[in-house]
């Protein structure tokens, strides 16, 4: 054997011709996995691959709208705690969840609950998945799963914590579900467990549980298995008694309700299809531009696909029943403030149109072309969808500057604030309502989440109009009528001047508007606000006035009418940061230090 044929023989694996080939082919193995392992190997690539992305974009969030008002109001330990309603639902486990969360991670690191929240849609994808797989085969049911996974005008129920509470209903449910695809007793207690947290996690329990039921009673036909149903219901009726408000329900929403309804189901097969799928509030546009002709062309498709059939397999009627019954409840609680095209109806929408897709499309077998066609076609909506996540992201992102500014005045002027004062600038008001003294409580009990003074005067401007809007509110900035003056003041410190010149003499500063007029120009001349304040007089014409304090934007005060003095005292607060007075007179006028 010559040196190269030893080389060779160095270089092959020892063993059977059949692992020699398969040392060659290095795709020789994964081609041999059969497809059901493949598409779970798919599945969990997208799954790593969107928990990283989805922990990306929601990086510098905190606490949002609803949140804030557990933090503040559901920090005790009495069975009240946890069974008051939260906007009608009963959130037994979502409570017992943040609990664990505030009692961990407080206020103050809020990468848990960001998790958490992942971890609960990620549950929902897998479970779609199975659902799908097991009734259309494994590489629609990757598609199936991938479709929810990246469902960007669903992005509230995706990138807000918030709503793990949702996510649990429809994970419990889809669970019942696949639990009574069993047909046995086991199946059947695990199933009425399973429907049991669905409905202790959110007022969609409700409408899963009609949908579990229209299935036990029409499919089975048997009265005996009531009881699936029955349990978690007599005990979502106890508290139902002493909680249930009866002054929730609005009339006026049976009117909207077709509406909201039929706009509701568009919405759902817009976003699956992500035509429009903005459901941000700052997109202008609305899922309803693609939704109504494709909602149309859903139902003949199904109504088709029905007739084909011949029998309706008893998961239709059950799917379409929690769907309606989500919608129905939905707008006659809500149509009269909510639009049907919000992410966390799309969400819950879009899952249920997912699960009647494969469960009417069973039988159905795809040649290579079709099967490529309809990859192309979703992963096409999937990137048109991303782009919707990571403008609601964006929105998430722009609420905790703004939030810690806010939180960040109202500790600046704490010796100030009385414990029933309502934050009004804080991001997502009047429907977030935070209150001085439960948020200082919470704040000592599990952190503060407020900027020092410090950090407000870095942010962007808009968290710091925000700070100077509620320190104005805090503090109620107006002009007072001008007493006689006393004891002189200290002159205040001129910041700029603009359209004239200012003289100095004792603890005044006067100002003159130039001879002649310079267009674009504003007469004015901006001072800062000495710690007694200001009298303020103007010659010849109103004299308007503004102040502002960590922003650059302006706040009016009011005008000071001619020959009429005003006084202008903002009282001390624990920031060390100086208001800024802008005095912009049609005339002449005078700022002097008060003492």
Not at 169 to 193: E, F, T
Not at 282 to 303: I, S
Not at 348 to 361: K, P, Q, R, S
Not at 449 to 477: C, S
Request: a positive charge; one cysteine or more; aromatic letters at 8%.
């Amino acid at each position: 054997m010559g040196p190269e044929s030893t080389l060779r023989a160095r270089a092959r694996p020892s063993g059977t011709a059949a692992e020699a080939g398969a040392w060659r082919d290095p795709w020789h193995r994964v081609t041999r996995l059969k497809p059901t392992t493949l598409a779970w190997i798919a599945l969990a690539a997208l799954l790593v691959a969107a928990a990283a992305f989805f922990y990306y974009e929601t990086r510098g969030t905190t606490l949002w709208v609803d949140e804030w008002d557990w933090a503040q109001n559901r920090r005790g330990w009495d069975l009240d705690t946890f069974l008051r309603p939260h906007n009608g639902h009963l959130s037994l486990v979502p409570v017992a969840i943040y609990k664990l969360l505030f009692a961990t991670a407080g206020l103050t690191h809020y990468a848990p609950y960001r998790i958490v929240l992942i971890a609960a849609h990620l549950l929902c994808v897998g479970l779609v998945f199975v659902y799908a797989s097991r009734r259309v085969g494994s590489y629609l049911g990757v598609i199936a799963a991938a479709l929810i996974l990246f469902l960007g005008p669903a992005w509230q129920n995706i990138l807000s914590p918030f709503q793990v509470a949702w996510l649990i209903s429809l994970a419990a449910g889809l669970g019942a579900l696949l639990m009574l695809d069993r047909g046995d007793r086991a199946g059947d207690i695990v199933a009425s467990a399973l429907l049991g947290v669905s409905i202790a996690s959110s007022s969609l329990g409700i409408a899963v549980a009609v949908g579990v039921a229209l299935e036990v009673l029409w499919g089975r036909r048997r009265w005996r298995d009531a009881w699936i149903v029955a349990a978690p219901l007599a005990l979502y009726a106890l508290w139902w008694v002493p909680y249930h408000d009866v002054n929730a329900f609005a009339r006026h929403n049976i009117i909207l309700t077709p509406g909201f309804v039929a706009d509701s189901a568009a919405s759902a097969v817009a976003a699956l299809a992500g035509l429009e799928g903005h459901g941000t509030p700052d997109a202008g546009v609305t899922l309803l531009d693609w939704g109504r002709p494709l909602a149309v062309a859903a139902v003949a498709l199904l109504v088709w696909r029905l007739t084909r059939l011949g029998r309706v397999p008893p998961r239709v009627p059950a799917l379409l029943a929690i769907a309606l019954s989500f919608w129905i409840l939905t707008a006659l609680n809500r149509a009269q403030i909510s639009a049907p095209f919000a992410g966390r109806y799309v969400y819950v929408g879009a899952f249920i149109v997912v699960l009647l897709a494969v469960e009417v499309a069973r039988g159905v077998s795809l040649d290579w072309r079709a099967a490529v066609l309809i990859g192309a076609a979703s992963a096409a909506a999937i990137v048109s969808n991303i782009g919707s996540l990571r403008d609601g992201a964006r929105i998430l992102r722009s609420n905790a500057p703004a939030a810690e500014a806010d939180l960040g005045a109202l500790e600046a002027a704490r010796p100030l604030v009385k414990a029933r004062y309502v934050a009004t600038a804080f991001p997502g008001y009047p429907f977030v309502v935070v209150r001085a003294g439960p948020y200082f409580a919470a704040a000592k009990s599990l952190g503060s989440l407020a900027a020092t003074p410090a950090e407000i005067a870095t942010k962007a401007e808009d968290p710091r109009r925000i700070a100077d809007t509620e320190l104005f509110n805090i503090h109620r900035v107006a002009l007072q009528p001008a007493p006689p003056p006393r004891l002189p003041g200290v002159r205040p410190a001129v910041d700029s001047v603009a359209g004239g010149t200012v003289r100095g003499r004792g603890p005044c500063v006067s100002y003159r508007p130039s001879a002649v007029i310079q267009p674009g120009i504003t007469n004015s001349v901006d001072v800062t606000l000495p710690l007694g304040g200001l009298r303020l007089t103007a010659e010849g014409g109103p004299a308007t006035i503004s102040v502002r304090r960590f922003a650059d934007e302006l706040r009016p005060v009011g005008a000071v009418a001619a020959a009429t003095p005003a006084l202008l005292r903002i009282a001390p607060d624990l920031a060390p940061q100086p208001w800024h007075v802008r005095i912009a007179p049609a005339e002449r006028a005078t700022v002097c230090g008060v003492g």
